[in-house]
């Protein structure tokens, strides 16, 4: 079945430091991706997202490409702050409206000033 | 966009009693909704989805007798775990997804069973 695998964290960085996490997945058609970021005590919101092959998502300084050939949708940003620290979600849906997404375990990611 | 309001946020229950969490999708129709436990190191698993007016689907090893769910109209699912257990202390996380290219999720229940 499909499946994301997302780097164990957790990733401790310094403010200002480059940040990359890793995500490959599997998947039997052409799904859409996405990344979820979790703040302490809170649920799931929406980061980015690309829906096809060679897509990039952005938002609040984060990037990820999704790329076909490799099975990734890596997630970067040039310059974490400390408000960045949160747990980070890698996820999939190959289907239509309705249908579930599939997750990731998470990557906590902790930024020091 | 599109809000996904769960509650409640946090929540205490003696052992055996019974808990209801309620999702609302506030603006927009949900014929499909979805509830998944999020463990302690991080990871979601999905618990079961929601069909407004017909039976959920419960995914495998879930207990359909102990974590019943109700989704009798379209913008309201609910969660009720009944006879609850320490066991069953974790967060619960509705989601909705009423477009191809987006998921929207409830702000979680904290329960604690004691």
């Known amino acids: 079945g499909d499946s994301v695998t997302q780097m164990e964290g957790p990733v401790t960085l310094s403010e200002e430091a480059c940040l990359t996490i890793?995500?490959?997945?599997?998947?039997?058609?052409?799904?859409?991706l996405f990344w979820y970021v979790q703040y302490p005590g809170e649920g799931l919101q929406l980061l980015l997202k690309a829906t096809k092959a060679d897509d990039k998502g952005s938002n609040k300084g984060f990037e990820a490409t999704y790329r076909k050939e490799t099975t990734s949708f890596h997630l970067e940003k040039g310059s974490v702050q400390v408000s960045d620290s949160a747990v980070y979600f890698c996820a999939l849906s190959e289907g239509q409206a309705g249908t579930a997404l599939i997750f990731g375990k998470g990557t906590t990611l902790s930024v020091s000033s | 966009g599109a809000v996904v309001s769960q509650h409640p946020s946090r929540v205490i229950c003696k052992s055996g009693t019974s808990v209801k969490i309620e999702c609302r999708s506030l603006?927009?129709?949900?014929?499909?909704m979805f509830w998944y436990r999020q463990f302690p190191k991080k990871s979601l698993m999905l618990m079961a989805t929601?069909?407004?007016?017909?039976?959920?689907?419960?995914e495998q090893g879930v207990e359909k007798d102990k974590f019943l769910i109700n989704h009798a109209s379209l913008t309201l699912s609910t969660l009720t775990v009944t006879s609850a257990h320490p066991e069953d202390s974790s967060f619960y996380i509705c989601?909705?997804?009423?477009?191809?290219?987006?998921?929207?999720f409830g702000q979680g229940t904290r329960l604690t069973v004691v």
């Open positions: 929601s069909n407004e007016g017909s039976k959920a689907t419960y």
């Open positions: 890793n995500c490959t997945y599997t998947a039997t058609g052409y799904p859409s």
């Open positions: 989601s909705a997804r009423p477009t191809r290219s987006e998921a929207f």
């Open positions: 603006d927009f129709q949900a014929t499909t």
